[in-house]
């Protein structure tokens, strides 16, 4: 009897030494993986914090790094605020306080006159003299003037985009006189890094003065890219106005001898509005003794380039109304980079009345922005009172019930 109570208080002992031995290797490689610098695709840098992507999957999360450099030290005062980005709002913007931020001096204490003699050297004439040269009457039909900085770092081969801040944005906001305004910057012709700015409010003199760092970008392949803001004002209640835009090709720009300031007047965004926004085929059949309505979304073809950024990413959101109330809403998939996308999706409505008389449906076709809200590419309505192939369509699946009835439709502007 002693023999197997000695053996199990071995046994008990061996297991705590292993789970703590275990332990043990975990924390210290742990530990020494906190150290090294991970392998990320581009740094954020807001007023001097750094913000790192946590991992490289299709959620974007950010986290603050707690240990900054002694140069970032040097330069931030002691004063300066830490903010906790996990207490940033909805619209991306810090929790007033009292404390007052700091940013990068030199930025906040300079005039807008200091700054056009600072960048003297690195602004090419050309543009100078397209500022100086402006009239009264042509700065009131300017959408402002958007200041950023271009840098390469040869030493970490990596592609440096400051925005600094924009001045002389118009007020979209009618009551207040203000904007709420942000930037989002996508680098073309791939638009696979697409960034946005934070949203500051009641500004129409935003300093956003943040910096975004994409590494694996040859600087070879620095000629060939292109980069696209678009600056925007958020809007609570509905989609986020569209100041303009502002299109910089990087063919000719060098940037080997060292960081370049630049500024660039916006424009009015450049949206290729055509009769034709593109096709849609549906198929639609009505169930009488199930009281259903089967819709099947099948093709879409021609669809136009939402932006400049290149094709589009088209789903398709369908609503079902009875008496111009919503009722019912069903998605598509995200078809990636094609104006002639194929869904093949099935969809089954429940109808809450007898007959489709107060009933009608709304097709949806959206561009996917990971960044932002989606763009509305082309809109159909079908219905006893919609116009054109719409309604003939809805008459002839309310003629011929049990009969699934397939048609192209144009769609409309959005």
Known sequence: DEIPTVVGIFSAFGLVFSVSLFAWICCQRKSSKSN?????????????????????????KFGADDKSEAKNKSV??????????????????????TTKMQGSPDLENSSPKHFAERKKDSVSP?????????????????????????EYNFEKKAFVVNIKEARGLPAMDEQSMT????????????KKHKV???????????????????????????????????????????????????LIPLAGIELSEGRLLMDREIIKRNVRKSSGRGELLVSLCYQSTTNTLTVVVLKARHLPKSDVSGLSDPYVKVN?????????K???????????????????????????DDISIEFLVLDSDRGSRNEVIGRL??????????????????????????????????
């Open 320 to 328: 079902l109304y009875h008496a111009k109330k919503r009722i019912s």
């Open 126 to 150: 050309d543009s100078l003299k397209s500022i100086t040269s402006l009239s009264s009457e042509d700065k009131q039909d300017k959408l402002g003037t958007l200041f950023f900085s271009l």
């Open 196 to 246: 946005k700015t934070r949203v500051l409010r009641k500004t129409l003199d935003p300093a956003f003065d943040e910096t975004f760092t994409f590494y694996g970008i040859p600087y070879s392949q620095i000629q060939d890219l292109t980069l696209h803001f678009m600056v925007l004002s958020f809007d609570r209640f509905s989609r986020d106005d569209v100041i303009g835009e502002v």
């Open 76 to 97: 931030m005062p002691k004063n300066s605020l830490h903010l906790d980005l996990e207490k940033r709002d909805l619209n991306g913007n810090f929790p007033k306080t």
């Open 330 to 356: 069903k998605k598509t998939h995200v078809k990636k980079c094609t104006p002639n996308a194929v869904f093949n999706e099935l969809f089954v409505f429940d109808i809450p009345c007898e007959g489709l």
């Open 36 to 60: 090294k610098t991970p392998p990320y695709k581009f740094v954020h840098v807001l007023k001097g914090v750094d913000i790192y992507p946590e991992n490289l999957n299709s959620k974007k």
């Open 381 to 414: 309505t079908l219905g006893s009172s919609a116009e054109g192939t719409g309604g003939e369509h809805w008459k002839e699946i309310c003629e011929y019930p049990r009969r699934q009835i397939a048609k192209w439709h144009m769609l409309c502007d959005g």
């Open 179 to 190: 904007s709420d305004p942000y930037i989002k910057m996508t680098i073309l012709p791939e």
